[in-house]
C-alpha cells in the first residue's frame, strides 16, 4: 500500500499527489513513468513521474480525470493509501550534452514536459519552453515552467491568456528568425505533436515525442502499448512502455496512434459514468 502524502488540485480536472514511494524515489529519472492500481480489483494505469523527493521518498503525479480509474484516484484524499505503485518504467529522457532545447507541451502533457525542462536547465541547457491550453482555467505549471527556462511562452486556443494560436505559432515564429535548437521535445495530445513534428521538419529540427498509448502490463508482454514507427521506408512496431515512451517524432505513424487510442473511448465512458454514480452514492 502506497500513502498519498500531498494532494492538490491544479484545475477543475487535473489533480496533482505526491505518493510515498522511496524506491520508486530513488531510480525514477525524467520521461520515465510508473503504473498503479488505486484497489485490489482496479485496472492499471500509467501515469509519467512529474517529479521526486529523495529525502522524503516521495514521487509526483499529475492526471486528469478522463476515466474510471483517474475518477477513484481523485476520490483519495491525503494519508489515504492506493493498492499498487510500480516503477520507474520505460527510458529515461536524454539529455546529455544538450545546449539549447525546445520543450513543447500541451495541456495536461506540461506535467511530463516539466521535469524534462527543470532536469535541462540544470544542467546548464538553454530552455526554451511554449506551452499550451484551450483556455487560462486549465492553464497549470506556469510558475514552474517560468523557473526552469530562458524563455516561456504560452499559447490559449480562446485568447483568454498569452497568445491566441495554438503551439505551433510560437515554435514556428521562433524558427523563422533563426533561432537554434538542438531539439524540439513535444510531448501532449497526439494532433498536437504531429503538428509539432511537421514544423519542426520544416527546418530540419530532430524532434523528440513522448508517447502514451493504451498501456496493461509495462513490460511489453502484452503488445497493448504497440506503435508503428516508418524506419528507412520500412514499417517498424516497438513498444512503448520498454523502447519509449520518447520516440524519433518523424518516424511515428501518429494516424494509426491515434485510430488505436479511440478503440475503447465508449467502454471508458461508460466505466467513468458508472464510477461517476457508485461515488455519489457513497457521498449521500
Known amino acids: 500500500m502506497y500513502r498519498i502524502i500531498r494532494k492538490k488540485r491544479l484545475n477543475p480536472t487535473v489533480t ?35 517529479g521526486v523527493n529523495e529525502e522524503e521518498g516521495s514521487v509526483k503525479i499529475i492526471f486528469q480525470i478522463v476515466g474510471a480509474t483517474t475518477k477513484l484516484l ?11 505503485f510500480v516503477g520507474p518504467l520505460g ?35 538553454e530552455v526554451t519552453s511554449i506551452i499550451g491550453f484551450k483556455n487560462k482555467d486549465i492553464l497549470i505549471l506556469e510558475d514552474e515552467f517560468r523557473n526552469n527556462s530562458k524563455d516561456l ?11 491566441k494560436a495554438n503551439v505551433t505559432v510560437p515554435l514556428k515564429r521562433l524558427l523563422e528568425s533563426g533561432k537554434k535548437f538542438d531539439e524540439v521535445i513535444t ?10 513534428v511537421a514544423t519542426c521538419k520544416e527546418y530540419g529540427v530532430p524532434c523528440t515525442v513522448s508517447m502514451n498509448p493504451i498501456m496493461i502490463d509495462g513490460t511489453g508482454m502484452c503488445g497493448g ?60
Open 16 to 50: 496533482m499527489m505526491d505518493i510515498e514511494s522511496p524506491l520508486v524515489a530513488r531510480k525514477a529519472k525524467p520521461g520515465q513513468f510508473i503504473i498503479l492500481r488505486v484497489d485490489e480489483d482496479g485496472e492499471r494505469i500509467p501515469l509519467t513521474v512529474a
Open 74 to 84: 481523485d476520490a483519495k484524499e491525503e494519508n489515504e493509501y492506493i493498492e499498487d
Open 91 to 125: 527510458k529515461a529522457t536524454d539529455i546529455e550534452g544538450k545546449k539549447s532545447v525546445c520543450i513543447v507541451g500541451g495541456g495536461v502533457g506540461c506535467a511530463i514536459a516539466l521535469p524534462i525542462a527543470e532536469a535541462l536547465y540544470k544542467e546548464g541547457c
Open 153 to 163: 511562452y504560452i499559447t490559449t486556443d480562446d485568447g483568454s491568456y498569452g497568445e
Open 187 to 196: 510531448i501532449g495530445p497526439l494532433i498536437m505533436m504531429k503538428f509539432v
Open 225 to 284: 502499448c504497440r506503435l508503428t514507427l516508418n524506419v528507412d521506408g520500412k514499417k517498424v512496431t516497438k513498444f512503448a512502455c520498454v523502447d519509449g515512451p520518447d520516440f524519433n517524432g518523424y518516424e511515428v505513424d501518429f494516424d494509426e496512434a491515434m485510430s488505436r487510442g479511440r478503440m475503447y473511448f465508449d467502454f471508458e465512458r461508460h466505466a467513468y459514468e458508472e464510477t461517476c454514480n457508485l461515488l455519489n452514492k457513497e457521498v449521500r
